[in-house]
């Protein structure tokens, strides 16, 4: 089973920076099997980006993804205050099928 | 519109058998690449997927479940109620979560229920 490791386990920043998350495999993953969640408080997660680097419907732009084999980011260009949350990145096997997720990233107000 | 909601109880006993419930609409289990997953996270910790139905899902082989998990998970169907049920054999305290269900398509796991807490305590 492939492990996700995500890196900073929280990264305080201010309203305006840029923000870099990082997702590190175990294998290699198939860039068509890489997505990121955003989850806040008493909410489920939403989905992002899927297939490492496209945004999902009503995403805004400041969001984007990167990265291939086991070296995957997601980039916030310039936080909102809305964007201060826990971010998730997930990983699908296709044979078996199995779906696992890093222990996510904490995006707090510095 | 695509919507998912959860139901089931919101407490079992230790041993215990649970059954949860996930009714969906803006989507069929009969159009092709539609499946439902059922995703856990305990209270503070991360995701878990847990099992996940496709829409061919009258065969045993188009039922998937996490390999920790596959001894005592069953996830089933109904298509014509849109609905997904998920059992849960022999329940222990770390069970208790937030169970999710979701649509799965080819982008990803794309819309989510709003979760169902499930507290396992005698």
């Known amino acids: 089973e492939i492990v996700l490791t995500q890196s900073p386990g929280t990264l305080s920043l201010s309203p305006g920076e840029r923000g870099t998350l990082s997702c590190r495999a175990s294998?290699?993953?198939?860039?068509?099997?890489l997505a990121w969640y955003q989850q806040k408080p008493g909410q489920a997660p939403r989905l992002l980006i899927y297939?490492?680097?496209s945004r999902a419907t009503g995403i805004p732009d400041r969001f984007s993804g990167s990265g291939s084999g086991t070296d995957f980011t997601l980039t916030i260009s310039r936080l909102e205050p809305e964007d201060f949350a826990i971010y998730y990145c997930?990983?699908?096997?296709?044979?078996?099928?199995?779906?696992?997720f890093g222990q996510g990233t904490k995006v707090e107000i510095k | 519109q695509v919507t998912l909601r959860e139901s089931g109880p919101a407490l079992v006993k230790p041993t215990q058998t649970l059954t949860l419930t996930c009714t969906f609409s803006?989507?069929?289990?009969?159009?092709?690449?539609?499946?439902v997953s059922w995703i856990r996270q305990p209270p503070g910790k991360a995701l878990e997927w847990l099992a996940r139905?496709?829409?061919?899902?009258?065969?045993?082989?188009?039922?998937h479940y996490s390999t920790s998990l596959k001894t005592r998970l069953t996830i089933s169907k109904d298509t014509s109620k849109n609905q997904v049920l998920l059992t849960m054999t022999n329940m222990d305290p770390v069970d208790t979560a937030m169970y999710y269900c979701?649509?799965?398509?080819?982008?990803?796991?794309?819309?989510w229920g709003q979760g169902t807490l499930v507290t396992v305590s005698s």
């Open positions: 979701a649509r799965i398509t080819e982008v990803g796991i794309d819309h």
């Open positions: 803006g989507f069929s289990l009969r159009e092709d690449g539609m499946c």
């Open positions: 139905i496709d829409w061919e899902g009258d065969w045993d082989n188009d039922k």
């Open positions: 294998q290699s993953v198939r860039s068509d099997c």
């Open positions: 297939a490492t680097s």
């Open positions: 997930q990983q699908y096997s296709s044979s078996p099928p199995s779906y696992t």
